[in-house]
């Protein structure tokens, strides 16, 4: 552990809650003999919760006290630093770790009945030999199908660790024939890389979602494979991709960037500068890329992006990212919980900080991107350079010497409008009540099988008119009220998400992104960009 950051951890959390956390220095592990009272004399919070503990007129859940009042003064400090319950803190971290122990299925619930949608590559359920489309109906020859199934009782039954194996009775999704198949309970991989494939004979396209221990690993795997399928250009996706690790963020630009050029550095008031240097290991040190970034890009992926950006790498093409340019380390606790606390800033290569204001307090700053929507910035580039706080600022350079700006995100080289059509209330309402992938299930699986690979699915199938009308009467059984402007808007969107849902359900993510990308502006402008 860092000198510094053991240093805030404790002047914050003792204040805080009142519990002494036995992080001395160089010590990874904490000490129990710390937690039972406090030891800063004038600990008046952790006095407080004492006296609630002790004499409140009701039973009340302290733990729970204390996790509201540690997450109170967390978010004075900055946005990103918060408290994270147990349940909180284990699912972020087994996203990030790159994968968990249970049977390795996505399932929808239709009719009171599971319905498996994906399964998991090299996972348990796969190896069963159970795939996408099945029905349970028995779970350990006790009826599950139609016993008011609700998303919280399967839950229990797949993370419930005393299920060291489910015996599945289904109905298969073609012949619907009845089979048994044995699961039992092992690890499933999560990769970090979403999609990747040949996006023309010589350019390839990987799309990440997260930055995850495992995702240089992963994403050199994707990198050697595409070269060996010809791949001398490429196109990163990182659009929606929140971030995640810091040395995985700086091992990604490594793979891109020559010996000694620096990468990004970090510091704060009690964290002296660090500096991350590209080393000579990299996949790809050579080849044209672009990286796709939009408004929910952030943290880890505006490091990648900045460092590209600064050092000439890559064109960046989308929209000015999130603006998180705070370094957090987890401290956690015997309990399970834990606090991400902010113990730097980073910067990129040209002395760039991405980090945007919070200075009008946390509901300002979580209103930010819903003010950048009324302000017209995600339609119009122009909006951006006419912001008084890019006229104040003396611009930062990159080495070929072009104008780059700091001002919360990374700023695109090429600007790509958002698409108003894929953002109206009706579609947020098809996705959220599962309406594409439960209309997959029960509608377009004989299409889907007359189809023998995604390619000729990609590039021959389109949802017809017929298809369309269809999906709208199916879901108006459960969107009651459509607005029918909404649905003009959204026809192609609609229809494009359709298609894509239905090719994901037969071949995965990959043939998901494919079909999206055909019709995405920005992914023909990186093609564009770099052909």
Same mark, same amino acid.
């Given at each position: 552990m860092?000198?510094?950051?053991?240093?805030?951890?404790?002047?914050?959390?003792?204040?805080?809650?009142?519990?002494?956390?036995?992080?001395?220095?160089?010590?990874?592990?904490?000490?129990?003999?710390?937690?039972?009272?406090?030891?800063?004399?004038?600990?008046?919070?952790?006095?407080?919760?004492?006296?609630?503990?002790? /004499?409140?007129?009701?039973?009340?859940?302290v733990d729970s006290v204390e996790g509201v009042a540690a997450n109170n003064l967390l978010q004075n400090l900055d946005p990103h630093s918060v408290y994270l319950p147990p349940k909180q803190a284990q699912a972020i971290n087994e996203k990030l770790e790159g994968g968990f122990n249970g049977f390795g299925i996505e399932y929808q619930l239709l009719r009171d009945t599971l319905f498996i949608t994906q399964v998991y590559p090299n996972g348990p359920a796969q190896k069963a030999g159970l795939v996408s489309g099945d029905a349970i109906i028995d779970i350990n020859n006790k009826k599950f199908s139609g016993t008011n199934l609700t998303t919280d009782k399967v839950d229990n039954?797949?993370?419930?660790?005393?299920?060291?194996?489910?015996?599945?009775?289904?109905?298969?999704?073609?012949?619907?024939?009845?089979?048994?198949?044995?699961?039992?309970?092992?690890?499933?991989?999560?990769?970090?890389?979403?999609?990747?494939?040949? #996006?023309?004979?010589?350019?390839?396209?990987?799309?990440?979602?997260?930055? #995850?221990?495992?995702?240089? /690993?992963?994403?050199?795997?994707?990198l050697v494979d595409l070269k060996q399928k010809g791949m001398k250009k490429l196109i990163l996706d990182i659009r929606g991709n929140g971030g995640g690790y810091l040395n995985t963020a700086t #091992?990604?630009?490594?793979?891109?960037?020559?010996?000694?050029?620096?990468?990004?550095?970090?510091?704060?008031?009690?964290?002296?500068?660090?500096?991350?240097? #590209?080393?000579?290991?990299?996949?790809f040190q050579q080849g044209k890329m672009a990286v796709l970034i939009d408004e929910y890009s952030a943290s880890a992926s505006e490091i990648l992006a900045g460092a590209l950006q600064d050092l000439d790498r890559a064109v960046i093409i989308g929209r000015r990212s999130f603006g998180k340019g705070l370094v957090q380390q987890q401290f956690p606790f015997d309990d399970g919980s834990a606090v991400n606390l902010t113990v730097a800033r980073y910067y990129t290569p040209s002395g760039r900080s991405i980090q945007k204001s919070y200075s009008g307090g946390i509901d300002n700053y979580h209103n930010e991107l819903s003010n950048r929507l009324k302000k017209g910035e995600l339609f119009s580039a122009r909006s951006n350079m006419n912001d008084s706080l890019f006229k104040q600022q003396s611009p930062y350079h990159t080495l070929s010497g072009k104008q780059v700006y700091s001002h919360g995100g990374i700023m695109p080289d090429i600007f790509i409008p958002a698409d108003s059509s894929e953002d109206t209330q009706l579609i947020q309402e098809l996705d959220d009540n599962q309406l594409f992938s439960a209309y997959v299930l029960d509608r377009m699986q004989p299409v889907l099988s007359k189809y023998n690979?995604?390619?000729?699915?990609? /590039?021959?199938?389109?949802?017809?008119?017929?298809?369309?009308?269809?999906?709208?009467i199916y879901a108006s059984s459960t969107i009651k009220e459509m607005d029918p402007g909404d649905i003009i808007v959204s026809k192609q969107t609609i229809k494009l998400l359709l298609k894509a849902y239905a090719a994901r359900f037969k071949w995965g993510d990959e043939a998901y992104f494919e079909t999206v990308n055909n019709e995405d502006p920005g992914f023909k402008k990186a093609v564009e960009a770099i052909k």
């Open positions: 860092k000198k510094g950051a053991g240093i805030i951890f404790r002047s914050v959390i003792l204040i805080l809650i009142g519990v002494a956390i036995g992080l001395l220095i160089g010590d990874n592990d904490f000490s129990s003999r710390y937690l039972d009272e406090p030891t800063v004399k004038n600990d008046k919070l952790a006095k407080v919760l004492q006296l609630v503990r002790q /004499n409140y007129v009701d039973s009340i859940n039954m797949f993370t419930d660790e005393t299920n060291k194996q489910l015996a599945f009775n289904v109905i298969t999704p073609v012949d619907q024939h009845a089979k048994a198949f044995t699961v039992k309970r092992g690890h499933v991989d999560l990769s970090s890389i979403d999609a990747y494939y040949m #996006a023309t004979p010589i350019i390839g396209y990987v799309k990440i979602s997260k930055f #995850a221990s495992t995702t240089d /690993n992963d994403f050199r795997h994707a #091992a990604m630009a490594n793979e891109f960037l020559t010996k000694g050029q620096l990468i990004v550095y970090t510091k704060g008031s009690h964290e002296q500068r660090t500096d991350y240097f #590209a080393t000579d290991s990299g996949v690979s995604a390619e000729d699915f990609v /590039n021959h199938f389109a949802v017809n008119g017929n298809m369309f009308d269809d999906f709208i």
